[in-house]
Each structure stands twice: as C-alpha cells, then as structure tokens.
C-alpha cells in the first residue's frame, strides 16, 4: 500500500512542507483534513506523489496525482484537489471542495459503447456511496475523445481517451473536518475502475463497513500521463 505524502498550500505565504511551520494563517480544519490524506493507505497498484495546487480556486488548497500501474504501464491516471475556504462558498455549500480530473485510454470496443459517458459518471458516485461517504453539489463531464493516425504515425491503431472531470463538497465532520482520507480511497477505487483492476478488499477503515459491492470495469492497456 502506498501512503500519500505532499505538501500543501496556503496563499498568504506560499507552499511549505509539512517540516516547517506554516504559520497561524493555515486553519486548523484544513491542516487536519490534509494530514489526513497524507496518512491514508493506498493499493499498492497505485502510485501517488504530491503536485503543485492550484492558487487561484480557493484560499487553501492541496494536490496529489497518481496512477495505476501494471508493471511499465500506466493503465490510468489522475489529480485530486483539495479546496478549503473558510468564509464558505456558495456555489459549494460548504468550506471543502474536491475537484478531480481522471485520464484513461480504452478498448475499441468499449469505447464504443453508447452509455459510456453515464456509465463512467456512476461510478464516481457509487465510489463515494460504496464508502459510505456523505457528499453534495456534485458536478462534472465525461468527455470520450478519439484518434486516427495517419502518414508516418499509420501504424498505430485508433485510441479513445476517457476523461472524466468532476468536483463534490464533502460532508463536513467534527470540527469541520470532512472525512478525506476516506474520499481520497473513493477516489482511488474510481482510478482503480477506470483502469480495469477488478474490486480489492477495502483498506481504509469504518468507513467500509457494508460495503463491496459488484462493479463493472473497463479492459485497458495504456492510459496517458498526466500534464
């Protein structure tokens, strides 16, 4: 299993490490929510590494991306954001927002199914439910996008990319503190999902309690990095 480690951001002094004292401008409900998915474990098909957030979504934020690997390939990959303001937001109602981007390359004939954008978009929310986990505004796109190649690139075959981008307001818990150890693991079945890994036993704790339920993932060879 693999522990996700990083670094966080606060915009009023710039991006620290969890060694150095990031100052009293950095709430207390959000450092705990990001030691929380610094400490979470992982499948061990996952990679995770910590990325620069973004600055300008919210006053707080921290990022990871990851990848499911198979040997030398990258069967898919992804970022998740963790998004904190205090003052609240109303689009998001709530202080918390997590905000996603996952990559995978598919089959021929998978990617050829009609229902595939809804298909893809269930099992975000069934990755959440299936921990148990409380959620609210969600939204988000699946984008199924082609290639043909041609001239000195002929002998590829075609490939369809899957992209699924989507954010959620995590239900806040005691003190304010969503659970986000337990979502990052979510998130990571959805990775695992989109990469055609069959269901693994859960290794996140009560919040699993119930759950296991059957899903159906897609055959993939190769998924592209992310940018």
Known sequence: MAAAQGQFS???NGTEGTDGAEGDSVPSAFRLAVEALRA???RSEIEIDPTPPPKRLAPHAYALEAAVVDGDDDLAD???????????HD???????????????LEPEMAADPLLPEVCWSWLTGALEARGLSYGEASGTVTRAGSHYFGGLAERRPATQIEIRASWTPREGRGGVP??????AAWCDLLCQVAGLPPAGRVHG????????????LPQRRGPQVS
């Open 40 to 42: 979470a474990r992982l």
């Open 179 to 184: 659970d986000s150890a337990a979502h990052l």
């Open 206 to 217: 009560p919040a699993d309690a119930g759950t296991g339920a059957g899903v159906v993932s």
């Open 78 to 88: 992804g970022r998740l954001v963790l998004l904190h303001d205090p003052a609240g």
């Open 10 to 12: 606060d915009h009023s």
């Open 91 to 105: 689009a998001w109602q709530g202080t918390f927002r997590l905000v996603t981007l996952v990559r995978a390359e």
